[in-house]
């Protein structure tokens, strides 16, 4: 007899469909580690480097993706992808939401408008990013914050291209990076890491000490996910508004 636990015993169970590059390798072992009462079923669109040119063309396989979800019966999709859902800027992020979930039939949340959302309920101004981009995207996603009324006091990237290489970074990469990144703007009130595929969520509560709000992109995707879904965020790290506080349009 298997010790492994059922996953379809508990039928109040959530599936959480998320549309993921094809190279990510985080978004996945990271939802299923930090939630409780989900499981996670995923649906890929070919990336191998995480350039403009490689976003556009993923985007074109989102909808097909969030199709194939649909036949799993998923509650809610997610597009896990930060800078593929910014990279247009505003609107574009609004508009994978509603084509998504016109094609799955149930709600849909992208990441780019996933961290918006929470910053808004964190009351973010000032904020610090670090990314593991390219300088190219670094500046897309300068200005998608700036454009949204944050003040963006410091953006860091690591300048990594391949996304499998992004997907090998550790959590205490994140840490490192991210800790730097505060040390150049210590007035802040919040610390964005950015990317679905870097692996954070291990060391929010850490960086959280530094006294500041602490937003990643998984976590914002999950918090999100939380507001349509009802899923339970209270194994997840960092001080966390209620799902329900106001959000965008």
């Not at 396989?61 to 649909?70: F, G, I, N, Q, S």
């Not at 391949?162 to 550790?170: K, Q, S, V």
Request: charged content about 25%; some cysteine; glycine content about 6%.
């Amino acid at each position: 007899m298997s010790d492994f636990a059922d996953p379809t015993a508990d039928g109040d169970r959530l599936k959480l469909g998320v549309v993921v590059p094809s190279s990510n390798t985080t978004v996945e072992p990271e939802f299923a580690h930090w939630v409780s009462n989900a499981s996670v079923h995923a649906a890929r669109m070919r990336l191998v480097d995480v350039t403009v040119d490689g976003l556009d063309a993923m985007a074109d396989d989102a909808v097909a993706a969030a199709e194939r979800l649909a036949d799993a019966d998923v509650d809610a999709v997610a597009y896990a992808c930060t800078t593929g859902s910014l990279v247009h800027g505003h609107g574009f992020d609004a508009e994978l939401e509603d084509r998504l979930a016109d094609a799955a039939g149930v709600p849909a949340v992208a990441t780019a408008l996933s961290v918006r959302r929470l910053f808004d309920a964190l009351d973010t101004s000032r904020v610090a990013v670090a990314t593991p981009y390219i300088d190219e995207l670094n500046e897309r996603e300068r200005s998608y914050l700036d454009e949204s009324g944050f003040d963006v006091a410091c953006l860091d990237g690591r300048g990594i291209e391949r996304n499998t290489d992004i997907g090998r970074l550790t959590p205490a990469d994140a840490r490192e990076q991210a800790l730097a990144v505060l040390e150049t703007a210590p007035d802040v009130d919040t610390l964005f890491v950015s990317c679905t595929n870097y692996p954070t969520l291990a060391v929010v509560d850490e960086l959280a000490e530094r006294g500041v709000s602490v937003v990643t992109s998984n976590l914002a995707t999950l918090w999100d996910l939380s507001r349509v879904t009802g899923l339970d965020t209270d194994a997840l790290p960092g001080d966390l508004p209620s799902p329900s506080s106001p959000t965008l349009d």
